[in-house]
């Protein structure tokens, strides 16, 4: 059980390298999205069981499923084969169990307590955390009952109900119960299977870049992507911790489990980030907050006048260096980033100065052609005393290895 066979894509740096989820798929139109949420499982290096309602056959077949994991998909048939002994194992060794998509049929039988096939059955045996997915029509998520019966689970304490969302369904009609994204389970099983060694600690992050308006259709930014802020955000929030995410301007899902706050400008985020601030016991500074501004900005669109022209700009608050003079102890925990140009000592003595001047803890130094836009990154970690260059790795991993070091600081 459990096995992936070769052609089924692994990577073995996934968030979920070494776990087995069960994927129980039970009787929706939404069942073709079973087969995404199970290749993306693999990606992150999970082995994933398929588990499949009778009904749930109507829709996907279970070759479609073993297929994309590498495992025989189990239902009725292998239930029987072995009575007694298959829901129980599959039960104690899976990390999670996920029903994806999960009918209002099976919702009502799950709060019931029933164990009449084997996704009921393993439900009821599950040792690790339990997520369901709803999908159903709009009428069927509204009737009384199915609330009833999904207050019933919440009140467990045993089931997390990830979705539904409100948008179209397979009728054509619209509102509450259309599944979730595969992408958006994906980090809620994520979330759910990861250690929680940062509960009870605050993190405040920024990520992004910011926008200065010049007028009504232009402005100055950078490239920045915010894929890093997010990620620390999204680990931190896995690991246990309560993180507030301070965004500027990028086309990024909120992170599961993280509070957000969306800005635009320096003024703005500088505005959130005291709000945030009062109470945590760590920042970390990832945006890319905007040195400058232009010193009016114009209601209207800005007409072109002459070959030539002059813009005025005022410097923006230094939003690392205010937090570092604002503090009278050591807390909280202040992270920067220091992204450059030129050679990696060059890079390094920027993030010294940063590291001095604006008295903070750590700062991040990297590279802008290796920083912006893509999936991974190569940095420095550069403190009081030591420099420690991590290899290149996905921000997911850095972001992992920066969390690391601030529960160091935090003793």
Same mark, same amino acid.
């Given at each position: 059980?459990?096995?992936?066979?070769?052609?089924?894509?692994?990577? /073995?740096?996934?968030?979920?390298?070494?776990?087995?989820?069960?994927?129980?798929?039970?009787? &929706?139109?939404?069942?073709?999205?079973?087969?995404?949420?199970?290749?993306?499982?693999?990606?992150?290096?999970?082995?994933?069981?398929?588990?499949?309602?009778? &009904?749930?056959?109507?829709?996907?077949?279970?070759?479609?499923? &073993?297929?994309?994991?590498?495992? $025989?998909?189990?239902?009725?048939?292998?239930? *029987?084969?072995?009575?007694?002994?298959?829901?129980?194992?599959?039960?104690?060794?899976?990390?999670?169990?996920?029903?994806?998509?999960?009918?209002?049929?099976?919702?009502?039988?799950?709060?019931?307590?029933?164990?009449?096939?084997?996704?009921?059955?393993?439900?009821?045996?599950?040792?690790?955390?339990?997520?369901?997915? %709803?999908?159903?029509?709009?009428?069927? *998520?509204?009737? %009384?009952?199915?609330?009833?019966?999904?207050?019933?689970?919440?009140?467990?304490?045993?089931?997390?109900?990830?979705?539904?969302?409100?948008?179209?369904? $397979?009728?054509?009609?619209?509102?509450?119960?259309?599944? !979730?994204?595969?992408?958006?389970?994906?980090?809620? !099983?994520?979330?759910?299977?990861?250690?929680?060694?940062?509960?009870?600690?605050?993190?405040?992050?920024?990520?992004?870049?910011?926008?200065?308006?010049?007028?009504?259709?232009?402005?100055? /930014?950078?490239? &920045?992507?915010?894929?890093?802020?997010?990620? !620390?955000?999204?680990?931190?929030?896995?690991?246990?911790?309560?993180?507030?995410?301070?965004?500027?301007?990028?086309?990024?899902?909120?992170?599961?489990?993280?509070?957000?706050?969306?800005?635009?400008? $320096?003024?703005?985020?500088?505005?959130?980030? $005291?709000?945030?601030?009062?109470?945590?016991?760590?920042?970390?500074?990832?945006?890319?907050?905007?040195?400058?501004?232009?010193?009016?900005?114009?209601?209207?669109? !800005?007409?072109?006048?002459?070959?030539?022209?002059?813009?005025?700009?005022?410097?923006?608050?230094?939003?690392?260096?205010?937090?570092?003079?604002?503090?009278?102890?050591?807390?909280?925990?202040?992270?920067?980033?220091?992204?450059?140009?030129?050679?990696?000592?060059?890079?390094?003595?920027?993030?010294?100065?940063?590291?001095?001047?604006?008295?903070?803890?750590?700062?991040?130094?990297?590279?802008?052609?290796?920083?912006?836009?893509?999936?991974?990154?190569?940095?420095?970690?550069?403190?009081?005393?030591?420099?420690?260059?991590?290899?290149?790795?996905?921000?997911?991993?850095?972001?992992?290895?920066?969390?690391?070091?601030?529960?160091?600081?935090?003793?």
């Amino acid at each position: 059980m459990a096995r992936p066979h070769e052609g089924t894509e692994q990577r /073995s740096s996934g968030r979920l390298t070494g776990r087995t989820v069960a994927l129980c798929v039970t009787g &929706s139109v939404a069942a073709y999205k079973a087969a995404v949420l199970a290749r993306l499982l693999v990606k992150e290096g999970a082995s994933v069981v398929p588990v499949m309602t009778e &009904s749930a056959t109507k829709f996907v077949g279970g070759a479609t499923l &073993s297929g994309l994991t590498g495992n $025989a998909a189990l239902g009725a048939a292998e239930m *029987w084969s072995t009575p007694g002994e298959l829901h129980v194992q599959l039960g104690s060794t899976a990390d999670a169990v996920v029903v994806a998509p999960a009918s209002a049929d099976v919702l009502a039988r799950l709060a019931q307590g029933r164990a009449d096939d084997l996704v009921t059955a393993l439900v009821l045996c599950a040792k690790g955390p339990v997520l369901v997915a %709803p999908a159903m029509h709009p009428r069927m *998520w509204t009737h %009384p009952a199915t609330q009833k019966n999904v207050e019933g689970l919440r009140a467990q304490g045993r089931v997390t109900v990830v979705g539904p969302a409100v948008g179209a369904v $397979a009728s054509g009609d619209e509102g509450p119960g259309r599944m !979730i994204e595969p992408e958006a389970i994906l980090e809620a !099983i994520v979330f759910a299977v990861t250690p929680k060694d940062l509960k009870g600690v605050r993190v405040v992050v920024s990520a992004g870049p910011t926008l200065e308006d010049l007028d009504p259709v232009r402005f100055l /930014s950078n490239r &920045s992507s915010g894929k890093m802020g997010f990620a !620390i955000a999204a680990r931190g929030a896995a690991r246990g911790a309560e993180v507030t995410l301070v965004a500027g301007p990028v086309q990024l899902p909120t992170p599961h489990g993280v509070l957000r706050v969306d800005v635009r400008t $320096a003024v703005e985020m500088q505005a959130a980030l $005291a709000q945030a601030r009062a109470s945590c016991d760590a920042v970390v500074m990832a945006a890319a907050v905007a040195d400058y501004r232009p010193a009016a900005t114009s209601g209207t669109k !800005i007409k072109k006048k002459g070959e030539q022209t002059t813009l005025d700009l005022v410097q923006n608050p230094d939003l690392l260096a205010e937090m570092g003079m604002a503090r009278t102890g050591p807390r909280p925990v202040l992270v920067g980033f220091a992204l450059e140009t030129g050679t990696r000592q060059a890079i390094v003595a920027e993030a010294r100065r940063k590291l001095r001047e604006k008295k903070v803890d750590v700062v991040v130094a990297n590279e802008a052609r290796t920083a912006f836009g893509g999936d991974d990154n190569e940095i420095t970690f550069v403190t009081e005393n030591r420099e420690e260059r991590l290899p290149r790795a996905s921000k997911v991993d850095l972001a992992d290895a920066l969390l690391d070091r601030i529960k160091s600081l935090l003793g």
